[in-house]
């Protein structure tokens, strides 16, 4: 039976990855109403998404003022999902704290993975160096090339489909929140232009919200009716993604997440309990593309190879491309605009799974109380005029 869809609510999400759910579902437990907008909620690039969340081994020169939060939203990870099993009637949202090893295969690479353990350590980040042969015997599928490694116990992984299969169940079981799968057409506005009111979906249903939040990923800059001032600087990057399964012969294949480095080329490999090895990811300036390609797939597995020859005996069960949005400086818009009523939760770019309890309780904390957490101040859309 169709869910009724109210006309007016308190708040009003356009997008339904994981960030605009679980902003929905934080929102929705303050006693707000919520009704959330998208054609197909949760199945671009959160489905394909590999669930890393690993502050510390995906660290990157220039981003020191987003590692702060990266650190708060991984630590809020276990009571997050503790809460969501609750809401959601006892569903898993596939959290697990095994750690990260990172490796390299040559001397070249390893000089990289130097550089970076001395700049986490400049940063005051837990990371504990291991020569080739004890990166091999955390991880015996490695081969006998790696050089080195950096292993990082405080960087974990959650499904990520099964963290959205939650945050459906969460909002389907909440009375304040709706999802109504249509795409939304444009953002209305009062007539002189002085705040956002709601939306008018792609069938002409016209829907009302004392407040309006952003949440389209990389389509966020492509929604009609925002004025063009403040418009998000959010632009596709093209990411292509395997999947593997893993025979009960060769379990475990890996015992944690393995990053590597591989000729300068950096990529990584997620194992799931339920047997699934997740292979990923290229990234590509493609525009809205998402094409699997067979220079993109050869990529992957040619240096997945290099460092776990194993994996040519895997079957490959899914390829897939979806788009991170991406942003000027890479990290993300969260926050209110410069037009009352229309706050913004996206650009978190190659963050946003583990950015998702951050930005939902920053977010919600801003719908409820007007006040913008402290730690979500540098990432403000205004920063760009916005």
Not at 22 to 32: E, P, Q, Y
Request: charged letters at 20%.
């Amino acid at each position: 039976m169709p869910v009724p869809v109210p006309a007016s609510s308190d708040v009003l999400i356009i997008g339904g990855g994981l960030i605009g759910l679980a902003t929905a579902w934080r929102t929705a437990a303050r006693g707000l109403s919520v009704t959330l907008c998208d054609p197909a909620p949760g199945a671009n690039a959160s489905f394909a998404a590999a669930g890393m969340l690993t502050p510390v081994t995906e660290l990157h020169y220039g981003e020191e003022a987003l590692l702060g939060l990266n650190l708060a939203s991984a630590k809020r990870y276990p009571s997050f999902v503790a809460e969501l099993r609750e809401a959601s009637g006892g569903l898993d949202p596939g959290y697990t704290e095994a750690g990260t090893l990172v490796v390299a295969f040559d001397a070249d690479d390893r000089e990289v993975l130097s550089e970076l353990h001395v700049f986490q350590q400049s940063l005051g980040l837990k990371a504990e160096w291991l020569n080739g042969r004890e990166s091999r015997r955390l991880e015996p599928m490695l081969a006998p090339s790696v050089r080195g490694g950096l292993l990082v116990s405080g960087d974990h992984q959650v499904d990520n489909r099964m963290l959205l299969a939650a945050l459906f169940a969460a909002l389907e079981r909440d009375p304040n929140a709706t999802i109504v799968r249509t795409k939304v057409a444009e953002l209305t506005v009062t007539g002189d232009g002085d705040r956002a009111t709601g939306v008018l979906l792609e069938d002409g249903t016209a829907l009302s919200a004392d407040q309006v939040v952003l949440s389209a990923g990389c389509w966020s800059g492509q929604i009609a009716g925002i004025p063009a001032e403040l418009l998000p600087p959010v632009r596709p990057v093209k990411g292509q993604i395997l999947r593997l399964a893993v025979p009960d012969v060769f379990r475990p294949f890996l015992s944690r997440t393995v990053r590597y480095v591989v000729r300068n080329n950096h990529a990584y490999l997620v194992p799931r309990e339920h047997g699934e090895l997740v292979l990923g990811a290229t990234v590509e300036e493609q525009d809205y593309d998402t094409a699997v390609t067979a220079g993109g797939v050869y990529e992957l597995l040619r240096d997945a190879r290099e460092l776990v020859p194993g994996i040519t005996e895997l079957p490959l069960i899914e390829s897939r491309a979806a788009l991170r949005p991406g942003t000027p400086d890479n990290a993300p818009l969260i926050g209110p605009t410069a037009l009352p009523g229309l706050l913004y939760a996206t650009g978190h770019y190659r963050h946003g799974v583990l950015l998702t309890p951050a930005t939902a309780d920053g977010v919600a904390e801003i719908l409820a109380t007007g006040t913008v957490p402290e730690a979500l101040a540098p990432f403000s859309p205004q920063r760009f005029g916005k």
